[in-house]
Each structure stands twice: as C-alpha cells, then as structure tokens.
C-alpha cells in the first residue's frame, strides 16, 4: 500500500521533467503561439489560413525530413537552398527537351539533388573534411549551375499534369503538397525511428567510434544521409517550379537556415545522436506560424525579422541539451 503513493510521485516526477525538457518546451511554445495569434487576429484560427500555412511551411517540412537524418548522423547540409533552384531548373529543362513529359521533368529534377547530396557525402567521407564546409562550396557551385544553365532568367512550365502533381492538385479535398509533405513525413518517420538504417543513423551520430566497432559502416551511413537530403530538397525544387509554373534560379536563398532552424527546434542535437521526425514538422509549423502570424497582425516587415529571430532564440535557449 506504501508503494503507490511513492510510484505516483515518481509519475509526476517523470511527466515534469519531459514536459520541461527542451523537446516539451517546444511544444508547449507551439500550442502558445497557436492561442497568441488566435487571439490576436480573427483571421488565424481558419481553416483557409491553416491551409495557407501548410502550403507556406512544404518546402522546410519536406527537406527538414532528410536534415534530420543529416543532423543526428552528426553532420550539416547547407547547400539545400540553391540544390531547390538547380532541380526546379534541370526539370524544366528536361521537359522541354523530352516532349513535355511530366514524369521525366519530376524524375531529373529529383536526381539532380540526389546526386548534388551523394556527391556532398563523398567527399565529406572521402576527404575526411567536415559536412559544412563541403555543402558551403555545394552552395555556391549549385547556384552557379542553375545560373549557368538559365542564363539567369526564369524557364516556363506549361504542363499541366506537373502543376496538378507537385503544386495545384488535391487529394481528397487536401492540397496536394500538403498531402506529399504528409507522406513524406510519416516515410522518414517510419525509417528513421522503426528501420535498422535509422537505428545505425542514431548510432553514427551518438558515438561513431562504437558504432564503428559494432560494425556499423558509418562512411556509408553519412553518405547516404547526405543523398537523402538531397534527394529530398530535388523534390523540394519540383514542387516549388510546379506551383510557380516556372523554374527560377534565384529561388531557395536563405532556405537552409529555415530548415536547419526546423529541425533544432525540433529537438535534434547539434552534435548528433538524436531528433525526431515529428519535431522537426513541429519546428518547421513553429516558423511558418510566425511569418504568418505577424503578417496578420500586421506588424511592419522589418520587425518581423527581429521578431522571428527572438522568438528562435528564446525557443532554443530554452532547450536544455
């Protein structure tokens, strides 16, 4: 009889401590940011906007699936921003070369950031040099490339089915690039977290002198990662030149940072060894929540910066490593 009191103090104890953490933290930030702007504006809490919200965040969503993987092999990716622009370009130029077929345009484009990642994660391995600065030149050369290949003026998309597909369809009455952002999601969450791949992903960023010794190849698994990320931030770049009819050279700047940005507030440790998918969504709703939010509220577009940029700040000081 003397024990239940003590097994539920220790409940308690335990709740307390999750909910406090920095992974609980961030969705208590989440459910307040959500009443804030409720209260604040009449417009927020709709469905329209919700939507609108979902069709503002795809692209971090998306490719903060593959930065995780990255982030908890203990590595960075910062060339996804320009890879978007590069795929959306090679789309649309294989389209145009092969009869407008949808499917051969999606097909290049996604590998054209598959290869972009594999290409990171070879040298990364091969050269022993750090991910960051690897994916800082990838950077440049990507953007050059999608410069190079356009001449620095936009490509037109006329086809139909790819707009329908990757950016103005819907499924079941939700947008499609909510519907593959979803999809996406619940695919890196499945292999991340209940895959042997994503066990040995947690293993190579949580100790990768053990992971070696366990007979784990963690060149391979880093390798991968990378192609992962970049395989995603090609598909990124689909849906981005799907739902502007156009593939710009231009697009992407900055994105890096928002999906990097995502995946921590998510939870995901900056040395590796740990993040989870569905933080990483969370962290990606938080941003788009943000930009929205302010916008309705009307607040002046250059305080919104530095009020995103509190609000990231506080999110992550917040978490306790």
Do not use: C
């Amino acid at each position: 009889m003397s024990r239940e009191p003590h097994m539920t103090t220790e409940a308690i104890d335990i709740i307390r401590r999750r909910v406090l953490s920095g992974e609980g933290m961030i969705y208590i930030a989440f459910v307040v940011l959500i009443i804030v702007f409720s209260v604040s504006s009449p417009f927020f809490l709709t469905l329209s906007n919700f939507e609108n919200i979902g069709r503002q965040t795809a692209l971090v969503s998306i490719i903060a699936v593959g930065m995780t993987f990255v982030i908890v092999s203990g590595e960075f990716d910062l060339s996804v921003g320009s890879v978007v622009a590069l795929a959306g370009v090679t789309a649309a130029i294989a389209m145009r070369l092969f009869a407008d077929h949808w499917f051969v345009g999606a097909l290049v484009g996604i590998a054209t950031g598959a290869l972009v990642g594999f290409v990171n994660g070879f040298l990364t391995v091969q050269f022993r040099t750090p991910s960051f600065l690897i994916t800082l030149g990838s950077l440049g050369i990507a953007r050059g490339f999608a410069m190079m290949l356009t001449d620095t003026r936009p490509i037109v998309i006329t086809n139909e089915s790819y707009f329908k597909i990757f950016g103005e369809g819907h499924v079941l009455g939700v947008p499609v690039v909510i519907a593959w952002t979803a999809v996406l999601m619940v695919a890196g969450a499945i292999l991340l977290h209940f895959s042997t791949f994503g066990r040995k992903v947690f293993a190579t960023g949580g100790n990768t002198t053990a992971a070696r010794y366990s007979g784990i190849s963690t060149y391979r698994i880093r390798i991968a990662t990378l192609t992962l990320t970049g395989l995603l931030a090609g598909f990124a770049g689909v849906v981005l030149s799907a739902r502007s009819h156009a593939a710009r050279p231009d697009v992407g700047a900055g994105l890096e940072l928002d999906v990097i940005t995502a995946v921590i507030l998510g939870g995901a440790a900056l040395s590796g060894g740990r993040g989870t998918i569905a933080g990483a969504l969370v962290g990606s709703l938080i941003i788009g929540i943000v930009n929205n939010g302010l916008v309705l509220v009307g607040v002046d577009s250059s305080l919104q910066i530095a009020i995103k940029g509190f609000i990231i700040w506080i999110a992550v000081t917040a978490r306790r490593q």
